[in-house]
């Protein structure tokens, strides 16, 4: 099994900017659809962003659209999210996601990810 470590999070102002990082560890991050969804409290846990593992596919929530861009370097085995223009309303906590899936699908749902870290958390103050 992949094992995904998050980290990068931690308290802003709004309008500052903020990159977070995903490990993947146990297997190579190779052939490995990667997403990033978010959970502030009260709410569910949602879609932030995908990318395919050759990176030719992406998607973005309309939230962050333009404001957040997702990376990856797979020789490094890591994932990334780097985040402008913070908002309040993007306070949560961020989970690095992935699945096995050597295809240039879209992947958006929460479903679609078996394989999950344990979040890190990004707290945006006014």
């Known amino acids: 099994q992949v094992q995904l470590v998050e980290s990068g999070g931690r308290i802003v102002q709004a309008g500052e900017s903020l990159r977070l990082s995903c490990a993947a560890s146990?297997?190579?991050?190779?052939?490995?659809?990667m997403g990033w969804f978010r959970q502030a409290p009260g709410k569910e846990r949602e879609f932030v962003s995908s990318m395919s593992w050759g990176g030719s596919v992406t998607s973005y929530a309309d939230s962050v659209k333009g404001r957040f861009t997702i990376s990856r370097d797979n020789a490094k085995n890591t994932g990334y999210l780097q985040m402008i223009s913070l908002e309040p309303e993007d306070t949560a906590v961020y989970y690095c996601?992935?699945?096995?899936?050597?295809?240039?699908?879209?992947?958006?749902?929460?479903?679609?990810?078996?394989?999950w870290g344990r979040g890190t958390q990004v707290t945006v103050s006014s």
């Open positions: 146990g297997r190579p991050f190779s052939n490995y659809y």
């Open positions: 996601a992935a699945r096995y899936d050597p295809t240039r699908s879209t992947r958006t749902r929460l479903e679609e990810f078996p394989y």
